[in-house]
């Protein structure tokens, strides 16, 4: 007897207890699911996201193996369009870019490497568009623009590749002192087995001994 007073007396406190504070779990647990089934959904979200775009990339290169340079475009446009939170609309804006220069189209190449610059996640990815970009610009015939975009912060690794665009860029405004200069920078932050040694030595010697 005195057990089932015993028992009576735990159930009581139970239900006062969850008469005050019921609804209070109820709100958490359904709260930490919804939590749960979000983290999940989100998930699977940007997992059918990468699998959708990665079949479109798949075609994009099939298409620039074949010189296609259309249906790079097209393709690159939907990737952009559709899936611009994968790395695949950064590979694509690349590629695009490419496709675009191939093709004389410059300001259309500008804008997808300057896609990529604003968007990328990825730093390597936004310090090579910008290398690109520099070119696209030179082969626009315009250095100092070029040379703006040089002077973006970047990875120590893009340290000797950025020195040799930027020398490039000072030649073409006419300061061949500060171009050699650049090129020595370049040379010395460049791998000892990069054959873009080579060609760096070659514009140094081009432009003779500094004064």
Excluded: C
């Amino acid at each position: 007897m005195a057990y089932d007073l015993e028992e009576q007396e735990q159930l009581a406190t139970i239900k006062s207890w969850w008469s005050q504070y019921g609804k209070l779990v109820v709100v958490t647990i359904v709260g930490g699911l919804l939590v749960f089934g979000g983290i999940r959904g989100w998930n699977y979200y940007k997992t059918s996201q990468a699998s959708a775009a990665v079949v479109l990339f798949d075609q994009m290169q099939r298409a620039e193996r074949a010189s296609d340079h259309k249906k790079v475009r097209d393709i690159a446009i939907q990737i952009v369009d559709k899936y611009s939170s994968t790395h695949y609309a950064t590979l694509a804006s690349m590629s695009a870019a490419k496709s675009e220069f191939d093709t004389g189209d410059l300001p259309a190449a500008k804008a997808r490497l300057q896609w990529v610059v604003d968007n990328a996640k990825e730093e390597e990815a936004r310090d090579v568009a910008r290398l690109r970009l520099a070119r696209v610009l030179l082969d626009e015939k315009n250095p100092a623009e070029a040379l703006k975009v040089l002077e973006s912060k970047h990875g120590d690794s893009f340290a000797g590749l950025y020195a040799d665009v930027k020398g490039d860029a000072l030649l073409a405004g006419g300061q061949r002192t500060e171009a050699r200069a650049a090129y020595q920078i370049a040379l010395d932050k460049s791998d000892a087995a990069s054959p873009l040694r080579q060609i760096i030595q070659l514009k140094l010697d081009a432009l003779g001994e500094s004064k």
